[in-house]
């Protein structure tokens, strides 16, 4: 079973920048990122292939976050600019059992979460 870890999480003051990183113990399928955010239910924000050549964003996350895969150094980014307090949340990193994402964030792998707070 894959291990998947995160780090990249902190206090980020709104409109500021922060890049979270999931380091996987083997090669695995699809990963992506889903947040959960206190008293709400868990959101898919983007996913990445097996390959890195394709990815899907939540549309919250267009047009600010960026996912990116590194194979070499078996990690996945997630690149967060334009930060508002909305996307206070716990960010998890997972895996898929299918090499793409398709169209829900259906996944059978977790980290255990990095925590992300956006506040003055």
């Known amino acids: 079973q894959p291990q998947l870890v995160e780090s990249g999480g902190g206090l980020v003051q709104p409109g500021g920048s922060l890049r979270l990183s999931c380091v996987f113990s083997?090669?695995?399928?699809?990963i992506g990122w889903v947040r959960q955010a206190p008293g709400k239910e868990r959101e898919g924000v983007a996913c990445i292939d097996r390959s890195g050549g394709s990815t899907n964003y939540s549309d919250s996350a267009k047009g600010r976050f960026t996912i990116s895969r590194d194979h070499a150094k078996r990690t996945v980014y997630l690149q967060m600019n334009s930060l508002t307090p909305e996307d206070t949340s716990v960010y998890y990193c997972a895996a898929k059992q299918t090499p793409w994402c398709g169209s829900t964030y259906d996944m059978a792998y977790w980290g255990k979460g990095t925590l992300v707070t956006v506040s003055s």
């Open positions: 083997e090669f695995t399928m699809a």
